[in-house]
């Protein structure tokens, strides 16, 4: 075996015996002494430790090509999930343990030329081992309904948009947006249609799909054709491409396989009758007046992100339209270009966040670790009379669920007058 293949496989292996030897220690410390429980308890443990070592290496010395893409989706999403509550329990018995030798320490001082005295180590305690394992089990059982229920739990979102130029014949109209299907994750399709009904009973006048639609490759969304043909807007159905569609994450063979590869994507978009603006717009008329749409490839103010689009090139011609709604993948493109340099662009609908497919969104609470990275990460926001919606995304990438920031179909009711955040 390639000695650079090795050291990681062992690093692993080290890791997780060091996580599971450790946190082996609060399990035996509340279960009995004797019995049957313990020693199914302590087999089902080991039993998933020499799992996750068997599927590392296998991992490591067939490449990823080599094995099933569901398999390897949920095998390391469960690896995660399991070991991230292990070292929970870990972190809680090594502030046990520091406590104990501190103990322990000050009664080795204390009896140093007392030879009657007698050292005193504190047994670990259970009640601190079942705090540990609730608190931990407290993950674990969110990640794992994130991957049951909450990667299809479809969320509709109404939005009243205000536009303070809109023509009256485009007063009511509807708008559905979706965002991030990332075809490639998914695994269910009978969730998914579900949630493609969602959107046609919306009976939307136009419709946005705002990039993302596969992982790395075209081929990913040719099940899903189908599907998705259902979704029609007598308006039309607009779309751009996100950072994923381009295949950047993907080692291809050659430049030319990267190139006919986004090309089967654009493909498959105008068979649905989809209009894939790639930096242009387009003039939505309606009862004699008109809105603009327009569209660009993707364009990210963060660093490894790609800056493919351009804007100027594609709003050239719209200067004269009274509404003018953007379509931009990244919510970074909103403050780093549209508001410096576009300040009659009235709209701009992106994705690109998921808002990290985890969160929590009740009255009163809106968080996610994204908003540590993206200041616009979900919901709708205004600055000068500009407004930017960031959609949850329809789909999920990486772990194969979603806990508190659920997928989302954004519906929006365009009305006349200012903007109101």
Do not use: C
């Not at 305690?125 to 079942?130: I, N, T, V």
């Amino acid at each position: 075996m390639d000695i650079q293949k090795i050291f990681p496989i062992l690093g692993f292996v080290l890791f997780v015996l060091a996580i599971d030897f450790y946190s082996f220690q609060a399990l035996k410390t509340v279960l009995p002494v004797t019995g049957n429980g313990r020693k199914i308890a302590g087999f089902i443990f080991w039993g998933f430790t020499i799992f996750s070592i068997i599927n590392f290496i296998s991992f490591r010395v067939l490449g990823q090509s080599q094995m099933p893409r569901l398999f390897l989706l949920f095998t390391f999403s469960t690896f995660f999930i399991v070991y991230f509550s292990k070292i929970i329990v870990v972190i809680f018995l090594l502030m046990e343990d520091l406590t104990r030798l501190g103990i322990f320490v000050f009664s080795w001082l204390k009896s140093i030329g007392n030879s009657d005295k007698v050292l005193y180590s504190p047994a670990r305690s259970a009640a601190l081992s079942k705090i540990a394992m609730g608190i931990a089990a407290v993950p674990l059982v969110s990640l794992v309904y994130g991957m049951v229920k909450g990667a299809h739990k479809y969320q509709i979102k109404n939005i009243r948009l205000n536009l303070k130029n809109l023509p009256s014949a485009f007063e009511g109209l509807k708008i559905v947006q979706i965002s991030d299907v990332h075809s490639g994750s998914f695994y269910n399709k009978e969730a998914v249609m579900k949630g493609i009904k969602m959107i046609v009973d919306q009976k939307p006048d136009i419709v946005f799909f705002t990039g993302d639609l596969v992982n790395n490759e075209a081929v990913e969304f040719e099940d899903y054709l189908e599907i998705f043909s259902a979704i029609k807007a007598p308006l039309g159905i607009f779309s751009v491409l996100g950072n994923h569609d381009y295949g950047d994450y993907r080692n291809w063979p050659t430049e030319k396989d990267k190139i006919q590869n986004l090309a089967h994507l654009m493909d498959l978009q105008k068979r649905m009758g989809w209009r894939l603006l790639m930096d242009e717009h387009v003039k939505v008329e309606k009862d004699g007046e008109s809105i603009g749409i327009i569209g660009i490839q993707n364009w990210g103010a963060k660093g490894r992100f790609p800056k493919y689009g351009n804007l100027s090139k594609a709003y050239k011609g719209a200067e004269n339209l009274p509404v003018k709604l953007l379509l931009s993948h990244d919510p970074s493109h909103w403050e780093a270009q549209v508001i410096e340099d576009f300040s009659d662009i009235d709209a701009m609908f992106a994705g690109h966040t998921h808002g990290m497919q985890f969160g929590i969104e009740i009255p009163g609470i809106k968080w996610s670790p994204v908003q540590y990275i993206y200041k616009q990460w979900a919901g709708l926001y205004e600055q000068n009379g500009q407004q930017l919606y960031v959609n949850r995304g329809f789909g999920f990438i990486g772990y194969p669920g979603r806990v508190g920031i659920w997928p989302e179909i954004s519906v929006f009711t365009l009305k006349k007058g200012n903007p109101s955040v």
